[in-house]
């Protein structure tokens, strides 16, 4: 567990965890063409995205 605290693979799996809710939610390319339009459209997303996780994470039940 000690190699997991020195390579920092924790926060590794968090962030990689946090890009696949962004590609789930948001797709995995951006809309706009201008790169001024980009930069708000990350900006928006990210701070939408942020906003859920800060909420909590949906309970998932199976439906039979």
């Avoid at 990350?42 to 998932?60: D, F, H, P, Q, W």
């Amino acid at each position: 567990m000690n190699w997991q605290i020195e390579t920092g693979y924790n926060q590794r799996s968090q962030i990689e965890a946090q890009i696949s809710r962004w590609k789930q939610v948001f797709s995995d390319r951006l809309q706009a063409r201008d790169f001024d339009r980009q930069i708000a459209e990350v900006k928006i997303a990210s701070k939408a995205l942020n906003r859920m996780t800060s909420l909590g994470r949906a309970e998932y039940e199976r439906v039979v």
